[in-house]
């Protein structure tokens, strides 16, 4: 499965934005035992610069 990750997903873990962090991580946690895909767009790369 592919899932396409918001900027604020991201954000959530780099700022560590209770409560949402423990299900932002849970997305790398998955993508980790290769059960899904993790993909985010280039505006979320600029977005987060």
């Given at each position: 499965?592919?899932?396409?990750?918001?900027?604020?997903?991201?954000?959530?873990?780099?700022?560590?934005r209770k409560p949402f962090v423990e299900y932002?991580?849970?997305?790398?946690?998955?993508?980790?035992?290769?059960?899904?895909?993790?993909?985010?767009?280039?505006?979320?790369?600029?977005?987060?610069?």
């Open positions: 499965m592919k899932v396409l990750l918001d900027t604020n997903v991201i954000l959530d873990i780099a700022l560590d932002a991580t849970l997305f790398f946690k998955i993508a980790r035992q290769r059960m899904i895909s993790l993909f985010m767009t280039a505006t979320t790369v600029t977005d987060l610069y």
